[in-house]
Each structure stands twice: as structure tokens, then as C-alpha cells.
Nanobody, 122 residues
Framework: VQLQASGGGLVQAGGSPRLSCAAS????????MGWFRQAPGKEREFVAG????????RYGDSWKGRFTISRDNAKNTVYLQMNTLKPEDTAVYYCAAVLSRVAVPDSGYAYWGQGTLVTVSS
């Protein structure tokens, strides 16, 4: 599966952009999907994941209640709605895919998009 993330750019603090990740190739609903981010000088970290059906989600502790992951299997797309952005949210955001598992994983994703940079200005 190939992944293409979009929706990044320069955002003012407090903004609420939505990232998108379009998938192509193998059947999209075979995969659990995730969003990760890598801030400057830091390791990549798990932000959110969603089960193949959309029926379950999982979030990193830092983003619960502020970010929302969703998917549209008819459009082969996963989304990350980000709310109330802060300058420390500046990072490259990556979407990733893994063949569906029993529980939404926070690691072990096999396929990665190229990333989209979100820069939050104060």
C-alpha cells in the first residue's frame, strides 16, 4: 500500500487543521492506520491509530481529547483532525499502515507515507 499525506503547512497557534492521508494499492480496509509525528530533534512518536473498520481508535496520552483520527474506507483516506494547536505541535506528521490486528497498535507499522510538515506559529 502507498500512502500520501497532505494538509500540513503554517498554522497559527489555536488553529484546527485537518491532515489527510490517501492510500492506494491493496485494499484499504485490510489495514489499521496510524498517525505519528516527529518534532525537531526528537524521536518519532505515536499520535493516534484506528482500526480497519473505524470501530476502535487509540491515542497517545498527549493528544487525547485534542486530536481525532477517522477514516473513510470508500475514499481510501484516513484523517487527523487537530484542534487548539500549540507551537510545540510543530512536527512532521506521518501516516502509516499495518495489516489489521486484534487491537489498534501503537507500533510495528509496516508502511509509511512521506510526511507532511505542520508549523505552528505563536
Amino acid at each position: 500500500v502507498q500512502l500520501q499525506a497532505s494538509g500540513g503547512g503554517l498554522v497559527q497557534a489555536g488553529g484546527s487543521p485537518r491532515l489527510s492521508c490517501a492510500a492506494s494499492g491493496r485494499l484499504f480496509s485490510d489495514y489499521d492506520m496510524g498517525w505519528f509525528r516527529q518534532a525537531p530533534g526528537k524521536e518519532r512518536e505515536f499520535v493516534a491509530g484506528i482500526m480497519w473498520s473505524g470501530g476502535r481508535t487509540r491515542y497517545g496520552d498527549s493528544w487525547k481529547g485534542r486530536f481525532t483520527i477517522s477514516r473513510d474506507n470508500a475514499k481510501n483516506t484516513v484523517y487527523l483532525q487537530m484542534n487548539t494547536l500549540k507551537p510545540e505541535d510543530t512536527a512532521v506528521y506521518y501516516c502509516a499502515a499495518v495489516l489489521s490486528r486484534v487491537a489498534v497498535p501503537d507500533s510495528g507499522y509496516a508502511y509509511w507515507g512521506q510526511g507532511t510538515l505542520v508549523t505552528v506559529s505563536s
